[in-house]
T-cell receptor, first 120, second 111 residues
Framework: GAGVSQSPRYKVAKRGQDVALRCDPI?????LFWYQQALGQGPEFLTY????????KSGLPSDRFFAERPEGSVSTLKIQRTQQEDSAVYLC??????????????????FGAGSRLTVL | AQSVTQLGSHVSVSEGALVLLRCNYS??????LFWYVQYPNQGLQLLLK??????LVKGINGFEAEFKKSETSFHLTKPSAHMSDAAEYFC?????????FGTGTSLTVIP
């Protein structure tokens, strides 16, 4: 598609529910990132995929968070047993090149509009 | 560890006045630096990027930023603010796989 698409845009969950957030990156983009943006804060890195491989998941805050990108395109961020502190905007971003090309400056992130999660 | 500090969480300027948003970074290696803008209920949009080609970088919408290694700064400026510039601005540094974002500066433009 023309841009990075995320769904749902808004999700309200009761504490303890599981949620799944979807990201459709720009077609052909190799790299995909998930970020968490709490209210009044900058985006915080969660995880990074190169094609279907999850190369870095160091930012996932707990084992309740799980991300996948099985076919190297669409990605899903799943949060199990949601807690109130999980309330945030979850941003997905993609870029065309894998990390080894970043020195060319080509690795600019294109962000989706985000999925706002509110846990009650 | 890499980090970005944005001084001033809120900046107000009059329409037509100079915009200056401050960003300082810490990086153990030559950084790749970015400014992103976020309008309400939208994702982040790239304004400009520094990738060592030139220290003065021009971006979209009349914004520019100057990389000053001696000051470890990458401040964002615009000579004349427009009402449409009101938004949240984020400075970011990239090393390896990760982008590290500042906490953001909210720009208000007063008519």
């Amino acid at each position: 598609g023309a841009g990075v698409s995320q769904s749902p845009r808004y999700k309200v969950a009761k504490r303890g529910q599981d949620v799944a957030l979807r990201c459709d990156p720009i077609s052909g983009h190799v790299s995909l990132f998930w970020y968490q943006q709490a209210l009044g804060q900058g985006p915080e890195f969660l995880t990074y995929f190169q094609n279907e491989a999850q190369l870095d998941k160091s930012g996932l805050p707990s084992d309740r968070f799980f991300a996948e990108r099985p076919e190297g395109s669409v990605s899903t961020l799943k949060i199990q047993r949601t807690q109130q502190e999980d309330s945030a905007v979850y941003l997905c971003a993609s870029s065309p090149q894998p990390d080894r090309h970043y020195s060319s400056g080509a690795n600019v992130l294109t962000f989706g509009a985000g999925s706002r999660l509110t846990v009650l | 560890a890499q980090s970005v500090t944005q001084l001033g969480s809120h900046v107000s300027v009059s329409e037509g006045a100079l915009v200056l948003l401050r960003c300082n970074y810490s990086s153990s290696v030559p950084p790749y630096l970015f400014w992103y803008v976020q309008y309400p209920n939208q994702g982040l949009q790239l304004l400009l990027k520094y990738t060592s080609a030139a220290t003065l970088v021009k971006g979209i919408n009349g914004f520019e930023a100057e990389f000053k290694k001696s000051e470890t700064s990458f401040h964002l400026t615009k000579p004349s603010a427009h009402m449409s510039d009101a938004a949240e601005y984020f400075c970011a540094v990239r090393t390896g796989n990760q982008f590290y974002f500042g906490t953001g500066t909210s720009l208000t433009v007063i008519p």
